[in-house]
T-cell receptor, first 110, second 113 residues
Framework: DADVTQTPRNRITKTGKRIMLECSQT?????MYWYRQDPGLGLQLIYY???????NKGEISDGYSVSRQAQAKFSLSLESAIPNQTALYFC?????????FGSGTRLTVV | GDSVTQMEGPVTLSEEACLTI???????????LFWYVQYPGEGLQLLLK?????DKGSNKGFEATYRKETTSFHLEKGSVQVSDSAVYFC????????????FGTGTRLQVFP
């Protein structure tokens, strides 16, 4: 099993729908992150969490929310999806051994 | 704020050619610097890193040197292979307590036989 697992791998949803992207990790890291990747823009930080009770906004948090259900689980929600949220989303963890990224969720909002 | 600027791609090379991908940064203090690689359909993998000035990171034939005087961390490889085709991201981690990474926009490398 991968150290950081994201589900689903691909998703197409309609404008206005609520959608949740899930991330789980087996690294035992306290710190978890959600990034968004757009062509030509690199990765931008949406939210990050240092532990279950510590959640922080990143550069582009508007339109997103997160939930840290346990040390191993960090989910990202789009309350009302819009087309410009079409992107590749990455979950990551960090610890003494550095960052570990998931394989990404490709989200398309139509 | 802190930022990373890297050369736009795509970079197209023949196998065994030399590679340089430029990366410069703006940061308060002395950040740690990284190169990540993203192969098609996969997440990002750490390629190499440097945590202080004049450090040289190296891995799989790639090298980058932390140059404080020019605020640069250019990625180099003497002889590229087709299997090196990927997107390469330069990133910095500020010296705060957040462990956040700030990424450049990525450079696509295409190597042809």
């Amino acid at each position: 099993d991968a150290d950081v697992t994201q589900t689903p791998r691909n998703r197409i949803t309609k404008t206005g729908k609520r959608i949740m992207l899930e991330c789980s990790q087996t690294k035992g890291h306290d710190r978890m992150y959600w990034y968004r990747q757009d062509p030509g823009l690199g990765l931008q930080l949406i939210y990050y969490s240092f532990d279950v009770k510590d959640i922080n906004k990143g550069e582009i948090s508007d339109g997103y929310s997160v939930s840290r259900q346990a040390q191993a689980k960090f989910s990202l929600s789009l309350e009302s999806a819009i087309p410009n949220q079409t992107a590749l989303y990455f979950c990551a963890t960090s610890g003494d051994d550095g960052y570990t990224f998931g394989s990404g969720t490709r989200l398309t909002v139509v | 704020g802190d930022s990373v600027t890297q050369m736009e791609g795509p970079v197209t090379l023949s196998e065994e050619a030399c590679l340089t991908i430029n990366c410069t940064y703006t940061a308060t203090g002395y950040p740690s610097l990284f190169w990540y690689v993203q192969y098609p359909g996969e997440g990002l993998q750490l390629l190499l890193k440097a945590t202080k000035a004049d450090d040289k990171g190296s891995n799989k034939g790639f090298e980058a040197t932390y140059r404080k005087e020019t605020t640069s961390f250019h990625l180099e490889k003497g002889s590229v292979q087709v299997s090196d085709s990927a997107v390469y991201f330069c990133a910095l981690r500020p010296r705060d307590n957040t462990d956040k990474l700030i990424f450049g926009t990525g450079t696509r490398l295409q190597v042809f036989p």
